[in-house]
């Protein structure tokens, strides 16, 4: 009576595998819920993010609505949640800032300035990319 069980591991492996597929999927998934469809400004010039910031991204439509983390924002509340983000990330905390092209800089200067009065210097404005026109 020497019976013995052979185990497979191949269906465990295909689990493994399934779970690995569906959360790269969900979490691409909800980064994209958290990030609205806006007509960004075009640029031929940029540069890549910091990594080792901690950003804070405030989402700002054509028609003035105000987004943060996917949560509407009023706007007399935008100083504020960006003194929090100082507060709690310190020196590395920085903000970017998506916003639509049809929003005049009268609108956009008020964040600036509370970017800059929380103290944070480091801010970026999120483009697309445009190609260059070519040199003569």
């Known amino acids: 009576m020497n ?8 269906p465990l492996v295909d689990v493994v595998f399934l779970l690995i597929i569906f959360f790269l999927v969900s979490g691409h998934l909800a980064r994209r819920e958290n990030r609205p469809p806006l007509d960004l400004p075009a640029s031929t010039r940029g540069e890549k993010l910091d990594p080792a910031a901690r ?17 509407v924002v009023a706007p007399e509340q935008i100083g504020r949640r960006i003194r929090e983000h100082r507060d ?9 800032l998506r916003v639509d092209a049809a929003v005049p800089y009268g609108t956009i200067a ?27």
Request: hydrophobic fraction near 35%; charge should be positive.
């Open 3 to 10: 019976d013995r069980v052979n185990l497979s591991m191949t």
């Open 88 to 96: 709690r990330f310190g020196d590395i905390s920085a903000v970017r």
């Open 55 to 71: 950003w804070l991204t405030i989402h700002l439509d054509a028609k003035r609505t105000y987004q943060i983390g996917g949560a």
């Open 110 to 136: 008020p964040l600036l300035k509370d970017t800059s009065d929380a103290g944070i210097d480091q801010i970026t404005l999120v483009t697309t990319r445009r190609s260059a026109p070519p040199r003569p």
